[in-house]
C-alpha cells in the first residue's frame, strides 16, 4: 500500500501543478457596462486563449472597491481569483475609508499593468479661461475665487486638482457632485469654472466646443487633441498616470503563477484589436514587468498623501 502510495504521489503532484486546471476568476469593482469593465473582458478573453482555460469576469461593485477586494483576499493565494487593480482600489482608498479593512500594498502581489486612462484639465467657456497660463493668472490675482467640479470627495477627478494645485501653487475651492457627468455639465454651464474628468468622458464635450481644454495630464500629446500641451510640458510633474489599470493578485501566489498569468498580459499588449479598442476608448496601453504595478502603487500612494495630506476625505 505505501509503494502504491509513493508511486501515485508524481501523478497527484503533476495534476496539482498543472495551472489552471479550473476556471479563473477576475474580481471587478466596476459595474457591468463600463470602461472598466470592457477592458477587463477583453483581458478576460484573451487570458484564457493563451491558459488554454476559462476567465470568469466577476463584477463586484460597492463601498469604493472593498467589497471586490475582500472578495479577493478571502480565497487561496492560488492564481484562481484575481483582482482588476486601479488607482482608487490600491491608492486612493487609503486615504478616503479609514480604517480600510485591507492593506493594498501588502495584501496584493502585481501581475501586470494593463493600461493608463488620460485626465484633461477643462474649463467652462464662460469663464474665459482659455490656457493654463490664464488660469495660474487668475488664481493667483484671486485665490479661492475659482470653482472646480469633481465626480465626488475623494475622487479621483478630485484629487487630481488637488494634487495639480500643489504643484502650480495655486487655491481653487472644490464643489463635488454626484457623477462625473453631473460635474461636466455643471462646468459646461457656467456653474463652475474648471475639472479635470477623464479624456474619453471630456472629449464630445471638447468637440462640441462646450468646455475649453487647457491640459492633459497624461504622459503624452493625444491625437484627438493634438493641440494641447501635457503637464510635463508645462512643467507639472506627477500626471503620466494618474489613472491606471491592471491584474493582481493575493499576495502569496507562486511565483510560476505569476509568470504564466503576466504572458497574457503580453499577449493582451500584442494583439491588434486590443490596441484598436483602447484607441477608440481614448486610452493608452501601459506595459511593464509584473512588479510595476505595486511599485506604481507604492510610488503613487506616496505622491497622493503628500498632495492631499490636509485634506478631511472620509467616507461614511
Keep these: 500500500m505505501a ?28 459595474a457591468a457596462g463600463g470602461s472598466s469593465d470592457t477592458i477587463a ?28 477586494a475582500q472578495a479577493v483576499l478571502s480565497q487561496p493565494a492560488d492564481g484562481y481569483t484575481l483582482f482588476f487593480a486601479g488607482v482608487s482600489q490600491m491608492v486612493l482608498n487609503q486615504f478616503v475609508y479609514k480604517p480600510l479593512p485591507y492593506s493594498p500594498l501588502t495584501d ?39 470653482n472646480f467640479s469633481s465626480a465626488g ?12 494645485q500643489k504643484r502650480a501653487g495655486i487655491q481653487m475651492t472644490h464643489v463635488p457632485y454626484k457623477g462625473e457627468t453631473d460635474g461636466l ?39 484627438d487633441l493634438p493641440d494641447v500641451p501635457t503637464a510635463r510640458e508645462l512643467g507639472l510633474q506627477g500626471f503620466d498616470s494618474l489613472g491606471w489599470s491592471g491584474i493582481a493578485a493575493k499576495a502569496g501566489t507562486p511565483p510560476e503563477i505569476i509568470a504564466k498569468l503576466h504572458a497574457t498580459i503580453a499577449a493582451f499588449h500584442r494583439d491588434p484589436r486590443v490596441q484598436e479598442r483602447l484607441k477608440t476608448m481614448a486610452t493608452i496601453a501601459m506595459q511593464g514587468p509584473a ?10 500612494s506616496a505622491t497622493w498623501a503628500e498632495a492631499i495630506s490636509e485634506l478631511n476625505l472620509s467616507a461614511k
Design 3 to 30: 509503494a502504491a502510495a509513493a508511486a501515485g504521489l508524481p501523478m497527484m503532484a503533476e495534476a496539482q501543478g498543472a495551472y489552471p486546471n479550473k476556471p479563473v476568476r477576475l474580481v471587478i469593482s466596476q
Design 41 to 68: 473582458r477583453l483581458w478576460a478573453e484573451i487570458a484564457a486563449r493563451q491558459l488554454g482555460g476559462s476567465v470568469v469576469v466577476d463584477n463586484k461593485p460597492g463601498a469604493g472597491g472593498i467589497i471586490a
Design 108 to 146: 496584493f502581489a502585481g501581475v501586470g499593468m494593463l493600461t493608463t486612462v488620460p485626465f484633461v484639465l477643462v474649463a467652462s467657456p464662460k469663464s474665459g479661461i482659455k490656457s493654463f497660463a490664464d488660469l495660474v493668472a487668475r488664481a493667483k490675482q484671486q485665490p479661492g475665487a475659482l
Design 153 to 164: 470627495l475623494g475622487n479621483s477627478t478630485h484629487l487630481a486638482v488637488e494634487l495639480l
Design 185 to 223: 455639465i455643471a462646468l459646461a454651464g457656467g456653474d463652475v469654472q474648471l475639472m479635470a474628468p477623464v479624456l474619453g468622458t471630456a472629449l464630445p464635450q471638447i468637440k462640441a466646443g462646450k468646455v475649453v481644454p487647457l491640459a492633459l495630464l497624461a504622459p503624452q500629446r493625444m491625437p
Design 291 to 300: 512588479e510595476q504595478l505595486m511599485e506604481t502603487a507604492r510610488r503613487d
